[in-house]
């Protein structure tokens, strides 16, 4: 999979970061930086081939907006999709929260249109409103799909705060084999886990479970049967001094002390978790849509 480029990733942050000065200070559902940011990275992808969709809903009186982008072309009835919130707390900016994430996979699209990639399976790319509130954008699509497109969705990938100023390394426990939320994942979360874990061993950064709990935008799938995964640097968790021994870092320290917090801006972020995680969504992307190995049945 193709190198992502660490400064296009920070150059969508900066715009974020601007689009939330320049409307009284977040992207919140209901205010207009969220609306601001959905035309944002809509205008990236139509620019680059992708076909868009804005799915408007209504929460709490206010109206949301989920930003769908398909790449044309793979097998209509295997889809990988690839998903971010892209709403932020009233209380300031989110760039790490969920900026990054949603970053990531801005970049990640704007490389499979840019590579000449062909993947096997039909590549869709979301970016969810209203997770702040109770995954409300993506409780919504996944409401709002129908049954036999349900089943043609082969994976979904979810990437929410994942450039901590204090970062940790963790993927969702699709297998739970950490024995942490209820059980392991449907069917083919452990593959997703595993595609993951291997750009983390071969970049050398050990890797920890996360609880599988559906705690973001991958719940509304696992709850349907669809297979998941993702990773994340953490929130308002300590990192331990073992952890701060295999990542660096500070121990005692939360991993984003700005989590929720006016002071989640561009200076809230670590680059160098920010370009191992964007390269892993690569990693994630072109293998786990590329055609099976003839050995496989
Ligand atoms: N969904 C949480 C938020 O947006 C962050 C989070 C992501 C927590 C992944 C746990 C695991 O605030
Ligand atoms: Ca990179
Ligand atoms: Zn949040
Ligand atoms: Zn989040
Ligand atoms: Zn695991």
Not at 45 to 65: P, R
Not at 81 to 100: E, K, Q, R, Y
Not at 189 to 200: C, D, G, M, P
């Amino acid at each position: 999979a193709p190198d992502i480029s660490l400064s296009n990733v920070k150059a969508h942050l900066t715009q974020l970061q601007s689009i939330a000065t320049a409307n009284g200070g977040n992207r919140a559902h209901g205010r207009p930086g969220y609306l601001a940011s959905i035309n944002y990275v809509k205008a990236q992808l139509d620019a680059v081939g992708f076909t868009t969709t804005v799915q408007q809903f209504t929460y709490n009186s206010a109206t949301g907006y989920n930003l769908i982008a398909d790449w044309p072309g793979g097998d209509p009835n295997q889809v990988l999709m690839t998903g971010a919130h892209l709403d932020s707390v009233t209380a300031g900016p989110g760039i790490n929260d969920n900026g990054t994430g949603s970053a990531a996979i801005l970049e990640v699209a704007k490389t499979v249109a840019s590579s000449g990639f062909q993947p096997a399976k039909h590549l869709r790319f979301a970016w969810w409103g209203a997770e702040e509130l109770g995954l409300r954008g993506s409780q919504f699509y996944v409401n709002n799909l129908p049954t036999a497109d349900r089943a043609k969705i082969s994976g979904y990938l979810n990437f929410d705060m994942v450039g901590s100023p204090n970062p940790g390394y963790f993927v969702y426990d699709g297998d739970n084999s950490a024995g942490t939320g209820a059980g392991p994942g449907p069917a083919g979360s452990t593959e997703i886990e595993n595609v993951i874990r291997s750009y983390f061993t071969g970049i050398n950064v050990p890797m920890e479970d996360t609880d599988f709990d559906g705690r973001s935008d991958y719940g509304p799938f696992i709850s349907v049967g669809i297979a998941a995964g993702g990773t994340f640097t953490g929130a308002e968790g300590t990192k331990s001094s073992a952890q701060a021994t295999k990542w660096g870092g500070t121990a005692g320290s939360a991993f984003d002390p700005c989590y929720h917090r006016a002071c989640d801006t561009t200076s809230n972020v670590n680059d160098t978790a920010l370009d191992r995680n964007a390269d892993a969504i690569a990693h994630a992307v072109w293998t786990l849509s590329a055609a099976p190995p003839a050995t496989e049945t």
